[in-house]
């Protein structure tokens, strides 16, 4: 890490973008930037508390469309889509793997109530477009034959893939680098204003770092920084979520060989395969602040359902236990680009989506970055619509 210019004798030119975060949401944002020939820093303290490190890592808005959220859904279908050629590019600037799976997704329902409710996605699956495959318990099982023999029935979603969150964000750490980005450990306690236009930053220790443009990618922890009217910034809620990390006893053969999702007497649980053998399994969803402890309850909660579809979980080592706050805004959409204050930017509130939606969200924000307006299907998630929440 590279220690910060501050506002007394550095003779380092300004950055022209100061991106706080180092999240996946900060990182994309800071890549593109610097391949647009922007000078880039992104401030983060470490070890960061970003809720990528945590994240299971589906790509998955066919088995996650709810509705309501149609247009959310399309703009995760846009990123989806942009995952092949992301990786490829990603993956050649930064020499690194960043554990992308294409074997599809499973979405698998316990009993006859859970059935009814997937057949009602699948007709939003349909009205937006999305591959899926209705399948019975017998064809579920033949694809994961480890599911258990009370699977009434599932969808198949060839498209939805994943990847693992944490080798993504090493990429494209990397990627930034290789792109000249200056990565800067220290905490942003304000963005400087003045004039009526975002200045810089000031780091935790009083120093200022002066920067042409401001992006705030903090995630959950972005209410925390100063200097920025609470009309600009609305508010950002964090959602709990609790998962475990099991590991496949060496030898065996996977529990699941692509990621399952199910829904147990209408609660929502995951399996997330990696390459090395790890399952990650989740995950809670809790409104209860900034509580970041592990609970009993919550651990209980996603291996009792876990069990109920995949019995073999029961014989995994757990080799993690996590806890990650999701950064929801008040209407669960992301909120991109450019506020009323010339220079600040905004690049949060990606609730659940935050792994989906980086490719489209790096890309909005490059666009914006550079003076161009948000693309089409951003412009929707722009930061200065209204939310109708006071000021």
């Excluded at 944002?29 to 020939?37: F, H, L």
Aim: glycine share 12%; aromatic share 4%.
């Amino acid at each position: 890490m590279r220690t910060p210019p501050s506002d007394h004798g550095s003779s380092r030119p300004a950055p022209d973008v100061v991106v706080v975060g180092a999240g996946l949401i900060g990182l994309v944002t800071a890549w593109r930037a610097a391949q647009r020939g922007l000078r880039v820093s992104v401030v983060a303290p470490e070890p960061h508390a970003a809720a990528s490190g945590v994240a299971a890592g589906m790509l998955t808005p066919a088995t996650e469309a709810a509705f309501g959220e149609e247009a959310l859904m399309r703009f995760g279908i846009h990123s989806r889509d942009r995952y092949p050629g992301f990786i490829a590019e990603l993956e050649s600037e930064s020499g690194r793997d960043a554990g992308y799976r294409a074997e599809g997704t499973l979405q698998v329902a316990f009993d006859t109530d859970d059935l009814a409710r997937l057949t009602e996605l699948m007709e939003l699956q349909g009205r937006l477009g999305v591959k899926a495959q209705r399948l019975t318990g017998r064809e579920c099982r033949r694809l994961e034959p480890m599911l258990a023999p009370s699977v009434r029935g599932g969808v198949l979603a060839p498209e939805d893939h994943s990847v693992d969150p944490r080798r993504l964000m090493a990429a494209l750490r990397a990627a930034a680098l290789h792109r000249g980005a200056e990565l800067v450990t220290d905490r942003v306690t304000e963005v400087v204003v003045s004039g009526g236009a975002a200045l810089g930053v000031r780091l935790s220790g009083g120093d200022r770092l002066d920067a042409g443009q401001v992006v705030l990618a903090a995630g959950t922890w972005t209410p925390g920084i100063g200097g920025v009217p609470a009309d600009v910034l609305p508010p950002l809620r964090p959602v709990k979520g609790q998962l475990l990390r099991l590991r496949t006893p060496e030898g065996e053969e996977p529990i699941v060989t692509r990621t399952v999702r199910g829904l147990v007497r209408g609660t929502p649980v995951y399996l997330v395969p990696r390459a090395d053998g790890e399952i990650v399994l989740g995950a809670t969803q809790e409104e209860t602040g900034y509580d970041t402890r592990l609970t009993v309850g919550g651990v209980w909660e996603v291996l009792r359902d876990a069990r109920e579809l995949v019995p073999g979980v029961s014989e995994l080592e757990i080799a993690e236990t996590c806890v990650g706050l999701r950064p929801g805004s008040p209407d669960n959409e992301p909120l991109l680009g450019p506020t009323r204050i010339p220079g600040l930017h905004l690049a949060v509130g990606h609730f659940r989506h935050g792994v989906l939606l980086t490719p489209a969200t790096g890309d909005a924000m490059a666009e914006a970055l550079t003076g161009a307006p948000l693309p089409d299907h951003a412009r929707r998630f722009a930061a200065t619509r209204d939310l109708g929440v006071p000021a």
